[in-house]
């Protein structure tokens, strides 16, 4: 995308304490007064600054716990006074976004299941005219990086300079062990796309359950992201909604003191000699790739030509197998993880029948 986003630098959004992980933690929901209050004192104790809670709840089916509205924005207010912490959660509408206004609430964050929707996105846009609070866009639920972006592009066009994103997964069939597949890939594109966007990842919503949140959340340093979004309640199995994905703020604590933390740059000469060489190494990998990739398919296109020739369907399903079953004993004998030499041949095989197809509609 040529578009430049002139965005407002984390560190000057006067919310966090740098180094990384800038951190926003808090229940999934506000549930009572006292549940918020004890949840802040507990993680402001530990160090936390910026706090979350949802106080409209967008659920999947009707009849759970939907939030408690506009009484807990009084709560959150409590936070800010008696505690000196930020506060901020997620609004879906106009109405939302007024009410939030109106009690002073210090950023706010748009859901996946809002930022899917460009209506939605659009009304909270214009409401967002001359609006000078934070805001944070999840990931739309499905993965469509376009959809995010135009998201994100709604709101800068309204002038929100204090702009950042959440990557938080995308709902998938196939992901089984988390939630939310993180589909880290996505989150790369949009992080070289606009790269002064503050980052911030959401393993909780990612991982679904507490075993993988640290995982997920060394993953997101890993690749430089600036900060975790991550639910915390002072009584993780008492909570009204994702009770199995919250932390205790002792568990947070001890999460985010486990993580390390890597300089995305650094300055070392020497650092910067051995990269480039091993930069150059992939280069020249990368080039062979195509060129064995372009051979590949000018064989493919051959056959698609003999297929058509002798009136044969494209589709081989067992000849398919038994090429993928070999690519995979392939990948162990070279050190090479199944599951991406699968994914990287489906990829392949879908361009060859593509081709192939072409061909037989010729
Ligand atoms: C949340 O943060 O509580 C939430 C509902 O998240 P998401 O929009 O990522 O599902
Ligand atoms: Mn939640």
Redesign the pocket.
Known sequence: MAKKFDIVPLSEWGFFTLPRPCTIAGP??AESEEQVMETARQLKAVGINVF?A?IW??RTRPGCFEGVGVPGLKWLQRVQSELGMKVCT?VASERHLFECLKHGIDMV???????ANPFLMQELADALTDIDIPVLV??P?NPDLSLWIGAIERLYNAGVRKLGV?H??FSSSGEKRLR?APQWQIALELRSRIPDMPFFC?P??MAGCKEYIPELSQRAMNIGLDGL?I?SHSSPSCAL??ASQQLTPAELINLLESLSIRDNDTSDLAYKENMEQLRAQIDEYDTDLIRILSGRMAVSRKMGEYKKMNNVAILQIVRWDSVMERMKQEAVLHDLDPEFVATVWSAIHEASVKEQNQILGK
């Open positions: 999934c929901s979350r949802g709840k967008p997620e964050w748009i859901g996946a299941r809002t930022s999840k990931n639920v959440i938080r997964g939310n959401d909780s919503h979004m639910e909604s994702d």
